[in-house]
Nanobody, 124 residues
Framework: QVRLVESGGGSVQAGGSLRLSCAAS????????MGWFRQPPGKEREFVAA????????YYADSVKGRSTISRDNARNTVYLQMSGLKPEDTAVYYC?????????????????WGQGTQVTVSS
C-alpha cells in the first residue's frame, strides 16, 4: 500500500513557476514508477509526466515538454514536478500517482495509487 500526498500548488501569474511535491508513505517507494496527471476544469484527467523507479527515465506530455521537469528523491520518498513558464491552460488539479509497472506508463488506468490532488491556478 502506498499513500500519496501532494503539495505545492497555488495561484501564480502567467509565466511564473511552481514546484509540486508528492510525499509517499511506505518502504517500497523506490520500486514504483511515478506519474503526474492533471484535470483541468470541466475536462478529463490527462497525463503530464512520468519517471521510472530509478529516475533514469522520464517522459512528458507535449503540452508541458520543455517547461516542466519531473524528478524523484527515493531517500525522501518524494517525487517533484517543477513547472515554469506557466500558462492559464495549465490551470488544473494536479495528481501524483504510483504504478508497480516496470516501465513508465502514461495511461491513468495503469496506476495503482493516487493522491488527493493539489490545485494550480494560473492567471493571465
Amino acid at each position: 500500500q502506498v499513500r500519496l500526498v501532494e503539495s505545492g500548488g497555488g495561484s501564480v501569474q502567467a509565466g511564473g513557476s511552481l514546484r509540486l511535491s508528492c510525499a509517499a508513505s511506505g518502504r517500497t517507494f523506490s520500486s514504483y514508477a511515478m506519474g503526474w496527471f492533471r484535470q483541468p476544469p470541466g475536462k478529463e484527467r490527462e497525463f503530464v509526466a512520468a519517471i521510472s523507479w530509478s529516475g533514469g527515465e522520464t517522459y512528458y506530455a507535449d503540452s508541458v515538454k520543455g517547461r516542466s521537469t519531473i524528478s524523484r528523491d527515493n531517500a525522501r520518498n518524494t517525487v517533484y514536478l517543477q513547472m515554469s513558464g506557466l500558462k492559464p491552460e495549465d490551470t488544473a488539479v494536479y495528481y501524483c500517482a504510483a504504478t508497480s509497472r516496470l516501465v513508465i506508463a502514461t495511461a491513468s488506468g495503469n496506476y495503482d495509487y493516487w493522491g488527493q490532488g493539489t490545485q494550480v491556478t494560473v492567471s493571465s
